[in-house]
């Protein structure tokens, strides 16, 4: 099969789940078919066309780059509308050349970010069948994570809601500076940080009060334009690969009419390192990710503080983040530990008794509970997370629904630490089935279903 993939970059250029997830499937896909990756290209020095361009190979996968991409909102919002749907030129016979020579059959998108939605109409009228992978929210919520300007849930999307939601966020300048092969080459030699501390600022803004006396109804029109041209886009999806059932229903309470499957992600790196678990005196909690409200964190830092106080001294939470180093000064058994190579993720996980993954936001999948679960450590996670899917499997009470219900499921485990003792036993009686190879022979099949 010969299978154009699209996502916004490669490791080690661009890191995070899907990135990964992406990647691991290319090279696992490469081993019986062609494969090609389109990758989003410079944003900050435009050129007059949209191409496909010859950027590199990898193994067997031949690698290209798109001159003059939209420009991708990362982990920001959206300041300017139109710059994400803005009018682009691309060249339709250097793009046709390139997927009839290759015989391309399934285009495969891990992100609509920096992608026209023109080009891939364009694409599919030339036969090809589109499928798209849920990673995040990116053309349902143009803030990504579905919390509202108050920080929590949202259930709709409009243009005023939109509009208050992103009042704060960077400009389309700031995104092409953030997204350039400038500024990774600079941040890559660690000249500066200062995109980086703006990034903190931006995220920081999400839970200030405003009200929609801040913007005005030309904004709230474009926003309007926004939405209908990304439920446009949609419509070109043949078929959907969400990663978790939780993202199918957030999907289609957006979106009505879409046809897709559910299937769990993994990365090459997710492997069955299971071993029985021993708890001592103390457990060791764990909680990997970013300190934003949005992932949980200060929930999770308010509980455990909460915990302490009330004397229960019998635990230590390490916080991976890359943000902080040390001990809390709140909670000295909270420990802030200095930032880590993904190499070193085993390790990490073998010196920890369970996980918490808290999240406030829909997280559409969550690689780290599965690699978790893959060294037969027990994981907690919210009702807001899509690998929920995999720990329901071995046992639903790891789920909680509120902040009192984690509460009370953390007293329970340090008044008995067998329960994670349990759990684990749980984790190893289990066949493990969640392996690249596996999942890349699912995902063929799944593009077979097609035809």
């Not at 285009?107 to 992978?133: D, N, P, R």
């Not at 405003?210 to 439920?231: R, T």
């Not at 929920?388 to 046992?395: E, L, P």
């Not at 219900?405 to 485990?413: E, F, G, R, T, Y």
Request: net charge neutral; aromatic share 12%.
């Amino acid at each position: 099969m010969n299978i154009l993939h699209y996502t916004i970059g490669l490791p080690p250029t661009r890191h995070g789940g899907s990135v990964q997830y992406a990647y691991d499937l290319m090279v696992e896909q490469s081993k019986t078919n062609n494969v090609f990756a389109l990758i989003c290209g410079d944003t900050l020095f435009r050129s007059s066309k949209c191409r496909f361009k010859r950027h590199s190979q990898n193994g067997n996968i031949q690698i290209y780059s798109l001159t003059d991409p939209l420009t991708p909102t990362l982990i920001y919002g959206v300041s300017d509308p139109d710059s994400q749907h803005r009018d682009i030129d691309f060249d339709r016979e250097d793009i046709r050349n390139f997927i009839q020579s290759n015989k391309i059959e399934i285009m495969h998108l891990h992100t609509l970010m920096g992608l026209h939605k023109s080009i891939v109409e364009f694409i599919k009228g030339l036969g090809v069948k589109i499928i798209y992978t849920s990673h995040d929210f990116h053309g349902i919520c143009p803030h990504y994570n579905l919390l509202n300007h108050t920080g929590t849930l949202c259930s709709k999307s409009d243009g005023a809601s939109c509009a208050l939601c992103n009042v704060n966020e960077p400009s389309d300048n700031f995104l092409r500076i953030a997204n350039s092969s400038l500024y990774h080459f600079i941040k890559k030699r660690g000249i500066i940080n200062a995109i980086k501390k703006l990034k903190k600022k931006s995220i920081t803004t999400l839970s200030k009060k405003i009200d929609i006396s801040d913007v005005d109804d030309e904004i709230i029109g474009k926003f309007n334009q926004l939405l209908n041209y990304y439920k446009e886009y949609f419509l070109l999806i043949d078929k959907f690969h969400f990663n978790s059932t939780q993202t199918k229903v957030v999907f289609n309470q957006f979106l009505s009419g879409i046809d897709g499957k559910v299937i769990p992600v993994v990365t090459s790196g997710i492997k069955d390192n299971r071993k029985p678990l021993n708890i001592h005196t103390r457990v060791t909690f764990g909680f990997i990710g970013s300190l934003n409200d949005y992932k949980g964190f200060p929930l999770l830092k308010s509980i455990f503080t909460q915990l302490y106080n009330d004397g229960y001294h019998n635990f230590k939470l390490k916080v991976y983040s890359g943000e902080l180093i040390g001990f809390d000064l709140e909670c000295p058994a909270i420990e802030y530990c200095p930032p880590y190579k993904y190499s070193e993720i085993s390790n990490i996980l073998s010196s920890l008794d369970c996980i918490i993954v808290p999240s406030k936001w829909y997280e559409t999948f969550s690689l780290v509970t599965l690699e978790a679960m893959g060294h037969g450590i027990p994981v907690i996670v919210s009702n807001n997370v899509g690998a929920k899917d995999i720990v329901s499997q071995y046992n639903p009470y790891f789920i909680f629904s509120s902040s009192l219900d984690l509460k009370s499921k953390l007293q329970s485990i340090l008044s008995n630490p067998g329960i994670l003792e349990s759990m684990n036993d749980t984790i190893l009686s289990h066949s493990w089935n969640f392996d690249i190879s596996k999942h890349s022979s699912e995902i063929l099949e799944f593009y077979k279903s097609l035809k």
